[in-house]
């Protein structure tokens, strides 16, 4: 089975001033407020580390192996393993791409067990919103 989530962000901003920080994971960590590092291998893999926050100050670091996958200006792709056969595909697409505003949607689809798609995506929904809106923040100062 698989949850589908869709984000939806107008940003004053061309597509091509957005597109790094989404192409570029090592420059969308800098926004994420779970990653902790970015480690890129040869292969194009990229190993993640995140801290999950569970209580106040405690909680638990996660790594994961993510593929990325860019497309000119338009779409960029997560294909994110996580463990217990839990997969991740983050679609990120920008329209117009040549344009102000462009509007960023964002499409994750989770498979997995219940439990992990309920509780990922309450959480991918809520971080992935935050780095939005700080998006949208910056270039409407």
């Not at 570029?24 to 407020?33: I, M, N, Q």
């Not at 780095?131 to 409407?140: G, W």
């Given at each position: 089975?698989?949850?589908?989530?869709?984000?939806?962000?107008?940003?004053?901003?061309?597509?091509?001033?957005?597109?790094?920080?989404?192409?570029?994971?090592?420059?969308?960590?800098?926004?994420?407020?779970?990653?902790?590092?970015?480690?890129?291998?040869?292969?194009?893999?990229?190993?993640?580390?995140?801290?999950?926050?569970?209580?106040?100050?405690?909680?638990?670091?996660?790594?994961?192996?993510?593929?990325?996958?860019?497309?000119?200006?338009?779409?960029?792709?997560?294909?994110?393993?996580l463990p217990l056969w839990?997969?991740?595909?983050?679609?990120?697409?920008?329209?117009?791409?040549?344009?102000?505003?462009?509007?960023?949607?964002?499409?994750?689809?989770i498979k997995g067990i219940?439990?992990?798609?309920?509780?990922?995506?309450?959480?991918?929904?809520?971080?992935?919103?935050?780095?939005?809106?700080?998006?949208?923040?910056?270039?409407?100062?």
């Open positions: 089975m698989a949850t589908t989530i869709q984000i939806n962000s107008t940003i004053e901003a061309p597509a091509e001033q957005l597109y790094p920080y989404f192409s570029d994971l090592e420059k969308f960590g800098e926004l994420h407020p779970l990653i902790k590092s970015v480690k890129k291998f040869n292969d194009g893999l990229i190993l993640v580390t995140e801290h999950i926050p569970l209580i106040g100050t405690l909680g638990f670091d996660n790594k994961y192996v993510v593929e990325v996958i860019a497309s000119p200006l338009n779409k960029v792709t997560y294909k994110i393993r839990v997969r991740l595909t983050i679609d990120f697409s920008f329209v117009p791409s040549n344009a102000i505003p462009t509007v960023l949607t964002e499409t994750i689809v219940f439990p992990a798609r309920l509780v990922l995506g309450v959480m991918i929904k809520k971080y992935h919103q935050m780095i939005l809106d700080e998006l949208k923040a910056q270039y409407t100062k």
